[in-house]
């Protein structure tokens, strides 16, 4: 365990080193990166430190307890059973901290969320995920864009597009991919019955064209004219982008971008992803199966979590977690349920790495 916690102390001090190498702080990408890597590694050197000390006092104890004066004992006995079980303790915080994390965990989102099925109550509840979760991105201190934002009749949202960048988003947000279901009174109910209805969020990492192996040159790029509501622009210019990748037919597009400019950025990001996905699986299929297992693919037909306005309840199917706070989680408050699935996704790996 200590030769992994010094091995990635030596990581933090290179990075260390290199955040204020000329080279490094005058390029913003590789200084972005770096500079998160480095953050993302602090939490482990804090703990290795505490660690180290911890064992040095140990070893200090029990030398005492070779000391022929009985009150040199009686101390080093007492600071030792205050001492090893802290050492339990922080050896299993250890344990949790040096999982390995999947490498999109550090990466900026693009986040989706489009109303399902419901009719105008759909749109409604996609506008309460909306507002959900822009009091969790505050709360995070994240940075939010809008790319596309595309309203509802009656209120609420029918789709709407944003770009979140932070410390650690995917890492906190790629469980919240799927079909979250509502069930309560709609406003648009006149005889007071409970309706269920639904609307989905995909969240997808924001890739670089280095984090993936592909070659411009197997890209294949046309525009075309967006069709639908969004305005005047519509139908007039070449805005909407689709992207094909030659050597798998892999094809990606976007429209959702108000110019064509913001479009490429969302249709090679969708590439990226489905390339990186369709790699991944190529020599690791058995872990990309256990991920998606746990945390969905994005796939919309799967429900993952039910708001009960009825009973102020929600449930995550995924890890049959029920919360009879509703209220507050609809008003941000969704740290729990992350955690939640944070720790069970943990577990999983820790019981794949024993198996």
């Given at each position: ?13 290179h990075?260390?080193?290199q ?60 600071e030792?059973s ?23 965990d ?8 489009r ?39 009656v209120?609420?949202y ?17 469980f ?8 309560r ?36 790029t ?36 108000r ?5 490429r950025?969302?249709?090679l ?24 297992s ?15 306005y ?10 049959n ?14 740290e ?8 069970y ?10 198996a």
């Amino acid at each position: 365990m200590l030769d992994k916690l010094e091995a990635i102390h030596e990581r933090y001090i290179h990075l260390e080193e290199q955040l204020s190498d000329p080279s490094v702080t005058s390029d913003m990408n590789k200084y972005k990166k770096v500079s998160k890597e480095y953050k993302a590694l602090k939490e482990v050197v804090d703990i290795y430190h505490a660690y180290k000390d911890l064992l040095g006092n140990i070893e200090t104890s029990r030398e005492m307890l070779k000391e022929e004066d009985p009150e040199m004992q009686e101390m080093a006995k007492m600071e030792l059973s205050d001492l090893e079980p802290r050492q339990v303790e922080l050896e299993e915080e250890i344990k949790v901290l040096l999982i390995p994390k999947d490498p999109e965990d550090s990466k900026d989102v693009i986040f989706e969320i489009r109303s399902g099925t419901g009719g105008d109550e759909a749109s409604i509840f996609a506008g309460d995920l909306y507002k959900m979760y822009s009091k969790y991105f505050e709360s995070q201190g994240w940075k939010v864009e809008a790319v596309s934002i595309n309203e509802g009749t009656v209120g609420g949202y029918n789709k709407i597009v944003l770009e979140i960048y932070g410390n650690d988003v995917y890492g906190r947000l790629k469980f919240e991919s799927g079909a979250h279901r509502v069930q309560r009174v709609p406003k648009t109910e006149s005889q007071g019955r409970v309706h269920t209805s639904a609307a989905t969020v995909v969240v997808m990492p924001k890739f670089e064209m280095e984090d993936v192996n592909i070659n411009k040159a197997d890209l294949k790029t046309d525009t075309f004219r967006a069709s639908g509501a969004g305005g005047q622009h519509v139908n007039k210019t070449e805005s909407g982008v689709r992207f094909t990748h030659l050597p798998t037919g892999i094809v990606s597009e976007s429209t959702d971008g108000r110019s064509q400019h913001k479009n490429r950025d969302i249709a090679l990001q969708r590439l990226y992803v489905k390339i990186y996905d369709s790699q991944r699986a190529a020599h690791d299929n058995k872990v990309a199966s256990a991920r998606k297992s746990l945390v969905g693919s994005g796939d919309r037909s799967g429900k993952i979590r039910t708001y009960n306005y009825p009973q102020n309840r929600v449930t995550d199917h995924r890890i049959n977690l029920t919360l009879y706070n509703l209220d507050k989680i609809v008003g941000g408050d969704i740290e729990e349920i992350i955690q939640a699935l944070q720790v069970y996704e943990n577990a999983e790996k820790m019981k794949a790495g024993d198996a």
